[in-house]
Nanobody
Framework: QVQLAESGGGSVQAGGSLRLSCAASQSAYSSACMGWFRQAPGREREGVAH???????TYADSVKGRFTISKDNAENTLYLQMNSLKPEDTAMYYC????????????????WGQGTQVTVSS
C-alpha cells in the first residue's frame, strides 16, 4: 500500500557521501517523472533532482555536479547518490512521483514518501 519508501539517510561529515534509495510501487514508478525534494527548517522546499521516465535528468544548481539521480527499472527503485556533502545539504529528503513539468516532477499530487533525514556536520 505504501507507494514510496525512502532509506539510506544518516549522519555524515562534510565531504562524505550517502546513497538514498526510494522503493516504489509499480504505479508510482510508472509516473512520468520522479524526483527528490528536500526540506530544512526555515528554508523553502527545494526540488534537488528529477528524472523522467525516459531518463532525462534535471538538477538544482545547489547540487549540480555533486548529486546524481538514477533509477533501476528492474527493481522499481529510485536513487540519489550524494557526494561532497555540505552542511547546507542537511534536510529531510523526500521521494516524489508525478507528472512532468519542464523535465521536473510536479509534486502537487504525489505520491510522496515519508522522508529520510540527512545530516551533514562540519
Amino acid at each position: 500500500q505504501v507507494q514510496l519508501a525512502e532509506s539510506g539517510g544518516g549522519s555524515v561529515q562534510a565531504g562524505g557521501s550517502l546513497r538514498l534509495s526510494c522503493a516504489a510501487s509499480q504505479s508510482a514508478y510508472s509516473s512520468a517523472c520522479m524526483g527528490w525534494f528536500r526540506q530544512a527548517p526555515g528554508r523553502e522546499r527545494e526540488g534537488v533532482a528529477h528524472i523522467t521516465s525516459a531518463g532525462t535528468t534535471t538538477y538544482a544548481d545547489s547540487v549540480k555536479g555533486r548529486f546524481t539521480i538514477s533509477k533501476d527499472n528492474a527493481e522499481n527503485t529510485l536513487y540519489l547518490q550524494m557526494n561532497s556533502l555540505k552542511p547546507e545539504d542537511t534536510a529531510m529528503y523526500y521521494c516524489v512521483a508525478g507528472g512532468c513539468r519542464m523535465g521536473r516532477v510536479d509534486p502537487r499530487f504525489g505520491p510522496w514518501g515519508q522522508g529520510t533525514q540527512v545530516t551533514v556536520s562540519s
